[in-house]
């Protein structure tokens, strides 16, 4: 009893995450504002996420087709579904460093910098939905292809020991060497965030009462959203830096959060590689 309660079901799961995902673009259709496209975007790695831990698992009936096509789409859907969420972050992150009675300058250069990225996403979410609209059902029907193709194994589990193992060595065989730059390195550091999101979803595939891979997801997470908080920063400096100047208040403000969202991420990769 006590295994049935803590193994995970990765065929089980993906399914669950398909019926999401199918979900998720119904919204975005309907209304791609800020909840619906984050949604659309997290389902989406979630799904890449699970085919990623699916290739790790021996003994699994051909799907090479149909994932591949899965893929191939929920790229796609997901980088478009990214450019419009990561404009709706920047307009939060501006509004944060502004305060309540800000000097002329600084409420001039982030209104600027709010104006045109808001007509930004006017534009790449008309694309989002065009995208989806073309896709929508090829990927689904890619979907539903794959989940035929597993369905003889969909009562495949792992131990909560097993699913830790897993997560741990994708992550370990994932994340990029260290470039000759030094591990200071933008792209790098990136990198390794975008891997810590797929190990922490991997590692969610347990239910909540495994506390072991429970626990190496929240440090994952943890990992992920300061490396996420800290590249958010760093973009929108830079976006900041082109638009406005780098004598702009609101450009210097934001490479100010920028440094120190880049320290807190540096104590959690420390804490991550022991």
């Known amino acids: 009893m006590a295994a ?32 619906p496209v984050h949604r659309l975007r997290t389902t989406t790695r979630r799904i890449e996420a699970q085919l990623a831990m699916l290739t790790t698992l021996a003994q699994l009936p051909d799907q090479s087709r149909p994932e591949r096509k899965a893929r191939r789409m929920l790229k796609k859907i997901r980088r478009a579904a990214g450019v419009v969420r990561d404009i709706d972050v920047q307009l939060n992150l501006i509004d ?15 209104g600027k910098l709010k104006k045109e990225l808001e007509a930004e996403r006017d534009g790449h979410s008309q694309d ?15 979907l539903e292809d794959l989940l035929d193709a597993l369905e003889p194994v969909e009562s495949l589990s792992l131990s909560a020991t097993e699913l830790v193992s897993l997560a741990q060595r994708w992550f370990a065989e994932n994340t990029p060497p260290e470039p000759q730059q030094g591990a200071d390195d933008p792209d790098y550091l990136h990198s390794i965030r975008k891997v810590a999101k797929l190990t922490r979803y991997i590692a969610e595939n347990a239910p909540k009462k495994a506390k072991r891979p429970r626990r190496l997801a929240e440090s994952f997470e943890r990992l992920q959203q300061s490396g996420g908080e800290w590249h958010d920063w760093l973009v929108l400096s830079e976006i900041a830096g082109d638009k406005l100047g780098g004598s702009s208040p609101v450009t210097g403000a934001l490479e100010d959060r920028s440094r120190v969202a880049l320290a807190a991420y540096r104590r959690h990769l420390q804490e991550i590689s022991g």
């Open 4 to 35: 049935s309660t803590t193994s995970a079901y990765p065929i089980r799961s993906l399914r669950e995450q398909v019926t999401a995902l199918e979900a998720a673009i119904t919204l975005c259709l309907a209304d791609p504002e800020v909840k």
């Open 96 to 110: 944060s460093i502004v305060p309540e009675d800000p000097p002329r300058a600084m409420k001039s250069n982030a």
């Open 128 to 142: 989002l939905v065009k995208i989806l609209r073309r896709r929508q059902s090829e990927l689904v029907l890619a």
